[in-house]
């Protein structure tokens, strides 16, 4: 029964969370293209990171092209283990320490990266590449809102140059894919602090990565994290359950944990958490995830065409479990 309720979960949620134009919703789920009732820190609303406004992708570091073809080899290329759902669009992925750096995974479940730190991810949607976003830590003190910029470019219709553009694109280069406005890209990633890294963590790199991808045993490998994780060899720390049953944690973990966390400030009125810590994998029933939904009575009722909804997840009932209502609202 919980194994099939989590699958019910995970795939649910899989084919009921685009919108009706079939817009990318990977990491701006719900929230307007404008970006209303934001507030962007005066710091990284400024040209960019330095005295050097990045007004091309190439002038971020990524590559040593404007067409971005020959990357960097200090980028790393890496992919997470759990990936966002992106509405058929494929995406590519690199972060770049300083040189002579560490990640501090004092605390596991949030890492904090040196001062400096890059990360890029390209979005290609029918063929076309559209955005590539763009993340730099510019201040070391992880708890300002000012502490990391983040931007976007938009790739033309040649795909030979990607220029930053501030406030949101929709159906870029002629596909059906939104870019975010810079508001959009802070909304999510403030809700998951000090890190505000939302792909690269301690479960997220725990798996054997595909080719020369960055995982958990390789930054071992490189010195590259202040604090190894337990174990000699991947999995340091393995998910629970059936394979269904872990498919279905890191789905939530990846989708919605960086939002669900007690870090977010949704947290004061949905008290749920729906991203894995990792002293909490002992048993399916251990972990986070289920013990903040399954069985429990929401504080906040849903309502659909005047039927109530107050149980988050009911044990083997997923048409009467308001999380599965809502997320298919």
Same mark, same amino acid.
């Given at each position: 029964?919980?194994?099939? @309720?989590?699958?019910?979960?995970?795939?649910?949620?899989? /084919?009921?969370?685009?919108?009706?134009?079939?817009?990318?919703?990977?990491?701006?789920?719900?929230?307007?293209?404008?970006?209303?009732? %934001?507030?962007? =820190?005066?710091?990284?609303?400024?040209?960019?990171?330095?005295?050097?406004?990045?007004?091309?992708?190439?002038?971020? /570091?990524?590559?040593?092209?404007?067409?971005?073809?020959?990357?960097?080899?200090?980028?790393?290329?890496?992919?997470?283990? +759990?990936?966002?759902?992106?509405?058929?669009?494929?995406?590519?992925?690199?972060? %770049?320490?300083?040189?002579?750096?560490?990640?501090d995974t004092s605390d596991a479940d949030f890492w904090k990266f040196p001062l400096g730190t890059k990360l890029w991810k390209e979005f290609t949607r029918?063929?076309?590449?559209?955005?590539?976003?763009? %993340?730099?830590?510019?201040?070391?003190?992880?708890?300002?809102?000012?502490?990391? +910029?983040?931007?976007?470019? &938009?790739?033309?219709?040649?795909?030979?140059?990607?220029?930053?553009?501030?406030?949101?694109?929709? =159906?870029?280069? !002629?596909?059906?894919? =939104? &870019?975010?406005?810079?508001?959009?890209?802070?909304?999510?990633?403030?809700?998951? $602090?000090?890190t505000r890294v939302l792909g690269i963590g301690a479960i997220q790199m725990d798996f054997d990565a595909p080719g020369t991808g960055l995982d958990l =045993?390789?930054? &071992?490998?490189?010195?590259?994290?202040?604090?190894?994780?337990?174990?000699?060899?991947?999995? $340091?720390?393995?998910?629970?359950?059936?394979?269904?049953?872990?498919?279905?944690?890191?789905?939530?973990?990846?989708?919605? !944990? $960086?939002?669900?966390?007690?870090?977010?400030?949704?947290?004061? $009125?949905?008290?749920?958490?729906?991203?894995?810590?990792?002293?909490? @994998?002992?048993?399916?029933?251990?972990?986070?995830?289920? !013990?903040?939904?399954?069985?429990?009575?929401?504080?906040?009722?849903?309502?659909?065409? /005047?039927?109530?909804?107050?149980?988050? &997840?009911?044990? /083997?009932?997923?048409?009467?479990?308001?999380?599965?209502?809502? %997320?298919?609202?």
């Amino acid at each position: 029964m919980r194994t099939a @309720l989590l699958v019910s979960l995970a795939l649910i949620a899989c /084919g009921d969370d685009s919108g009706s134009d079939g817009s990318d919703t990977d990491d701006t789920p719900g929230i307007d293209a404008a970006g209303d009732g %934001m507030t962007i =820190d005066a710091a990284s609303d400024a040209p960019g990171p330095d005295a050097n406004p990045r007004a091309t992708l190439q002038g971020t /570091g990524l590559c040593d092209d404007d067409a971005c073809i020959m990357i960097n080899p200090n980028a790393r290329e890496y992919t997470p283990r +759990f990936p966002l759902w992106s509405d058929t669009a494929t995406k590519r992925r690199w972060i %770049m320490l300083p040189p002579g750096t560490t990640i501090d995974t004092s605390d596991a479940d949030f890492w904090k990266f040196p001062l400096g730190t890059k990360l890029w991810k390209e979005f290609t949607r029918d063929g076309v590449r559209v955005e590539t976003r763009y %993340m730099e830590k510019i201040q070391a003190d992880d708890e300002l809102s000012s502490a990391w +910029f983040f931007t976007t470019y &938009v790739w033309n219709s040649t795909q030979d140059m990607a220029v930053e553009t501030r406030d949101g694109v929709t =159906d870029a280069n !002629g596909t059906m894919h =939104d &870019v975010p406005t810079r508001a959009n890209c802070r909304e999510c990633h403030d809700a998951l $602090h000090p890190t505000r890294v939302l792909g690269i963590g301690a479960i997220q790199m725990d798996f054997d990565a595909p080719g020369t991808g960055l995982d958990l =045993d390789q930054l &071992v490998a490189e010195n590259l994290l202040s604090v190894p994780p337990p174990g000699a060899t991947t999995p $340091h720390y393995p998910l629970p359950g059936t394979d269904v049953d872990k498919q279905a944690l890191g789905y939530m973990h990846a989708n919605c !944990g $960086h939002c669900h966390n007690p870090t977010s400030s949704n947290f004061g $009125h949905t008290q749920i958490q729906l991203r894995l810590t990792t002293g909490n @994998l002992e048993t399916l029933e251990d972990t986070v995830i289920y !013990g903040s939904t399954v069985g429990v009575t929401s504080n906040l009722t849903y309502m659909e065409n /005047g039927t109530p909804f107050t149980i988050i &997840v009911d044990p /083997g009932s997923p048409d009467t479990s308001s999380l599965i209502r809502r %997320m298919t609202s």
